[in-house]
């Protein structure tokens, strides 16, 4: 059996989960089976969390992107493959990630071209990050080296995709596509709300039609690690059980909101600029039931974008954030607003079972092809 396997990337924040769940709800009514490959530095993913609620078969890579990860890819891949023989495979490498056509397509394609089919490689972006990268709105930025990986990414995209394109008013719409499209030329440039479900279908169409015509980066590794290093890592796992009677009940929506911003709060007094912020909460035993919170930049809101239909009487909790920051940082504000809106707002209890906070090690792709 042959797979058509997709690989959408961009940068933390993008959108990329909200999109890829909603192009595997069009593949699922079109007939066609799906197979999702999660992937990160760390363990305990939300995405993968959002995927399993809404009942695709997800496979998950931890400990490493793709590149590096190459044949856990390939054992992912052939584990749906086996379990669900998917028509389609929507992977979405880690957001801090590039080079990926040198170092994932066409490895895949070249040793594997037998089971898989490669579709051009699209790359997600947030308008206002986008906007903020291309000069073209004067707020707070990162810092040059992670602003490299962001800029190479776009470079080897085949297929660039505005997302949230319901934040920006048709000049700004305009300005931002005729800056991607002079500085990325060779990019078919796509505009679409992954929320809303605007213009999806257009991108969706392509993709299960195109075939792929690579070209790979030219790239400085050891400034691609310089900018990954850059980036702190959060992964956290917690139980959150009621209060003193076991039949005390709480709202997991705004806990999920109060305490996303509680973190948010107390990254930006550390001067930390966060790439993505984004929690769920699921009763415990029931990963079906799915609550689920998004902050994607500096002074932004936090958005819900699951929420869950009933009072918990207890949850578990699913901490992602990545941004520019020390590792410690990102810990101490966690374990800080976990206290604060959970013990002392709520007068709940609860168990941290797993954490762990980082700064990505150096890249070593498994493979590396170049286009000559």
């Given at each position: 059996?042959?797979?058509?396997?997709?690989?959408?990337?961009?940068?933390?924040?993008?959108?990329?989960?909200?999109?890829?769940?909603?192009?595997?709800?069009?593949?699922?009514?079109?007939?066609?089976?799906?197979?999702?490959?999660?992937?990160?530095?760390?363990?305990?993913?939300?995405?993968?969390?959002?995927?399993?609620?809404?009942?695709?078969?997800?496979?998950?890579?931890?400990?490493?992107?793709?590149?590096?990860?190459?044949?856990?890819?390939?054992?992912?891949?052939?584990?749906?493959?086996?379990?669900?023989?998917?028509?389609?495979?929507?992977?979405?490498?880690?957001?801090?990630?590039?080079?990926?056509?040198?170092?994932?397509?066409?490895?895949?394609?070249?040793?594997?071209?037998?089971?898989?089919?490669?579709?051009?490689?699209?790359?997600?972006?947030?308008?206002?990050?986008?906007?903020?990268?291309?000069?073209?709105?004067?707020?707070?930025?990162?810092?040059?080296?992670?602003?490299?990986?962001?800029?190479?990414?776009?470079?080897?995209?085949?297929?660039?995709?505005?997302?949230?394109?319901?934040?920006?008013?048709?000049?700004?719409?305009?300005?931002?596509?005729?800056?991607?499209?002079?500085?990325?030329?060779?990019?078919?440039?796509?505009?679409?709300?992954?929320?809303?479900?605007?213009?999806?279908?257009?991108?969706?169409?392509?993709?299960?039609?195109?075939?792929?015509?690579?070209?790979?980066?030219?790239?400085?590794?050891?400034r691609y690690a310089e900018g990954e290093a850059l980036l702190g890592w959060l992964n956290a796992v917690v139980e959150i059980e009621g209060g003193e009677s076991s039949d005390e009940e709480f709202d997991g929506n705004a806990l999920l909101s109060d305490l996303a911003r509680a973190i948010k709060d107390k990254l930006e007094e550390e001067g930390a600029e966060i790439a993505h912020l984004k929690m769920t909460l699921t009763p415990l035993g029931d990963p079906y039931e799915l609550g689920a919170v998004n902050l994607v930049r500096g002074g932004a809101e936090p958005e819900l974008s699951h929420r869950l239909y009933e009072p918990l009487e207890d949850g578990e909790l699913l901490v992602n954030i990545r941004a520019e920051a020390d590792p410690d940082t990102l810990e101490s504000a966690t374990t800080r607003a976990l206290a604060s809106e959970i013990i002392q707002v709520r007068s709940l209890s609860y168990r941290v079972t797993h954490i762990e906070h980082f700064r990505p090690g150096k890249p070593v792709p498994t493979h590396r092809m170049v286009i000559s």
């Amino acid at each position: 059996m042959v797979s058509r396997y997709l690989m959408i990337g961009g940068f933390l924040g993008a959108g990329k989960t909200t999109l890829i769940q909603r192009f595997a709800h069009y593949l699922d009514e079109k007939g066609l089976r799906v197979g999702l490959i999660t992937n990160d530095q760390g363990a305990g993913l939300v995405d993968s969390a959002i995927g399993r609620s809404n009942r695709f078969p997800v496979e998950e890579i931890p400990g490493g992107c793709f590149c590096c990860r190459f044949q856990s890819l390939v054992e992912a891949a052939e584990n749906l493959t086996e379990a669900t023989r998917p028509d389609v495979l929507l992977a979405e490498p880690v957001g801090s990630c590039t080079d990926l056509v040198a170092t994932v397509s066409l490895p895949l394609q070249s040793i594997y071209g037998d089971s898989y089919v490669v579709a051009p490689l699209s790359v997600l972006v947030d308008p206002i990050r986008a906007a903020q990268v291309l000069g073209i709105r004067e707020d707070k930025r990162f810092s040059e080296n992670v602003l490299y990986i962001y800029r190479k990414q776009l470079e080897e995209a085949e297929f660039i995709v505005v997302n949230k394109v319901d934040l920006l008013n048709d000049d700004q719409q305009q300005e931002l596509v005729s800056a991607l499209e002079k500085e990325f030329p060779r990019a078919q440039v796509f505009v679409l709300s992954a929320r809303e479900g605007t213009g999806c279908e257009a991108w969706f169409d392509a993709l299960l039609a195109s075939d792929t015509d690579p070209t790979t980066l030219e790239i400085d590794y050891e400034r691609y690690a310089e900018g990954e290093a850059l980036l702190g890592w959060l992964n956290a796992v917690v139980e959150i059980e009621g209060g003193e009677s076991s039949d005390e009940e709480f709202d997991g929506n705004a806990l999920l909101s109060d305490l996303a911003r509680a973190i948010k709060d107390k990254l930006e007094e550390e001067g930390a600029e966060i790439a993505h912020l984004k929690m769920t909460l699921t009763p415990l035993g029931d990963p079906y039931e799915l609550g689920a919170v998004n902050l994607v930049r500096g002074g932004a809101e936090p958005e819900l974008s699951h929420r869950l239909y009933e009072p918990l009487e207890d949850g578990e909790l699913l901490v992602n954030i990545r941004a520019e920051a020390d590792p410690d940082t990102l810990e101490s504000a966690t374990t800080r607003a976990l206290a604060s809106e959970i013990i002392q707002v709520r007068s709940l209890s609860y168990r941290v079972t797993h954490i762990e906070h980082f700064r990505p090690g150096k890249p070593v792709p498994t493979h590396r092809m170049v286009i000559s």
